[in-house]
């Protein structure tokens, strides 16, 4: 029986809540990096999203809602959970809360009738400080709220002054950007790092490598992301959307298994190479396979945020097929009066020093050095048969 919409969109929301939380600490390292001295971000550490520099610690607490979207009240679970997390810190001597800021991130509203509508701002008035905190006293005293419990016990065991320096750091951000904002927000910080109409492409680039660096922070592989990271890789990618440059969404080579290849066999690239007598499960196939798809992924993705002329497409192409032409034509004449054995070989020869071993130094723009486009290329041009390997191709396939 299938489920009902509001199960399957609570099973959705605390999914985009970690999808949120990874943006949100791309969003808060780069307006942190406009403030602070080479700060690092880390991501489920002390808190959701923490921001560190010499100077200060800054922990963000990310409530995301998108169903049943309300408001932040005083009783709140989303509150009381933070204000567990930020007690057990300070409890614990995990934080220096002196030096320390704490960010409560939501999509809610906090209404001004509220009492921690005061933590919208900073307290700088010791009467609001002493309301605050008889408020919040009184709450987790006199509640009968179970799922904030523990939220109160912790609180509670707080001193006095180490309550006051708590709600002194405590800065809330209610009516936050939401899942589908965020990018737009991103984008308005990376504004001034491309060209005018680049910076959807931009994007996507920069959070890809975003993501791969948050998986390698979450799994402990990297103790953070610094900012000089992330302003290296802004910068590469800028200059990769020069005119004489494309940007690699696909910079790592592909895994191929046997299964691939079975379910590629009757490819006509793939053909080609069984005709030079190379084994299909070899890993010089794989090789050519993982070459084939990322260089038609790339040129489709180019071609589809508008990088990449058609025009130029086919210049690139024509490039390649006069290259292989004049090679293949002298391979053709030694060929002449070879064994049907000896043409096998010369044709695997020629495969394997010229476009294996070795890649024609044909680039589909200047500062374009990636390999795996003119290989792949030239997969794809075997593919529709307009090349070839062995001196008789065209017969054999």
């Not at 959307?241 to 690699?248: H, K």
């Not at 080609?272 to 084994?279: A, G, K, M, P, S």
């Not at 391979?331 to 049907?340: F, P, V």
Request: hydrophobic share 35%.
């Amino acid at each position: 029986m299938p489920s009902s919409p509001i199960t399957d969109f609570s099973a959705k929301e605390p999914s985009l809540g970690y999808f949120y939380q990874i943006k949100y600490a791309l969003l808060a390292l780069l307006t942190s990096t406009k403030e602070l001295n080479n700060p690092k971000v880390r991501i489920e550490n002390l808190d959701d999203v923490e921001i560190e520099d010499i100077n200060t610690l800054q922990l963000f607490q990310t409530k995301l809602h998108i169903k049943n979207k309300g408001n932040l009240t005083n009783s709140s679970p989303d509150f009381w959970k933070t204000i567990r997390i930020w007690s057990e810190h300070i409890t614990n001597g995990l934080i220096d809360i002196d030096s320390t800021i704490l960010n409560l991130i939501t999509t809610e509203a906090v209404p001004d009738s509220s009492l921690l509508f005061k933590l919208k701002t900073n307290i700088n008035r010791e009467s609001d400080l002493d309301d605050l905190i008889s408020g919040l006293d009184q709450i987790s005293i006199d509640s009968n709220n179970q799922t904030n419990s523990s939220a109160y016990l912790a609180y509670q065991a707080l001193s006095l002054h180490q309550k006051q320096k708590l709600v002194k750091s405590i800065k809330i951000t209610d009516n936050s950007v939401d899942i589908t904002d965020i990018d737009n927000k991103i984008k308005r910080e990376l504004i001034l790092s491309t060209y005018p109409g680049h910076l959807d492409a931009f994007l996507e680039i920069l959070e890809g490598w975003w993501f791969k660096k948050a998986i390698e922070n979450l799994t402990e592989k990297i103790d953070g992301i610094e900012s000089g990271e992330l302003q290296m890789k802004i910068a590469n990618i800028r200059d990769s959307f020069q005119a004489d440059n494309l940007p690699n969404h696909f910079p790592e080579q592909l895994e191929i298994s046997d299964e691939d290849v079975n379910t590629l066999k009757n490819k006509a690239f793939i053909k080609q190479l069984e005709l030079i007598q190379i084994n299909s499960n070899s890993k010089t196939v794989k090789r050519a396979i993982s070459d084939f798809r990322r260089a038609f992924e790339q040129r489709s993705k180019w071609l589809r945020l508008q990088l990449l002329n058609p025009e130029e497409e086919e210049d690139f192409d024509k490039r390649l097929r006069d290259y292989w032409q004049n090679i293949f034509d002298i391979m053709c004449d030694e060929a002449d009066s070879k064994s049907i054995e000896e043409i096998h070989l010369l044709g695997k020869q020629f495969y394997i020093n010229q476009f294996a071993v070795s890649c024609p130094q044909i680039k589909i723009r200047e500062k374009f050095k990636e390999d795996f486009l003119t290989r792949g290329s030239y997969q794809i041009l075997a593919d529709s048969k307009k090349i070839g390997w062995h001196p008789n191709y065209k017969d054999k396939l």
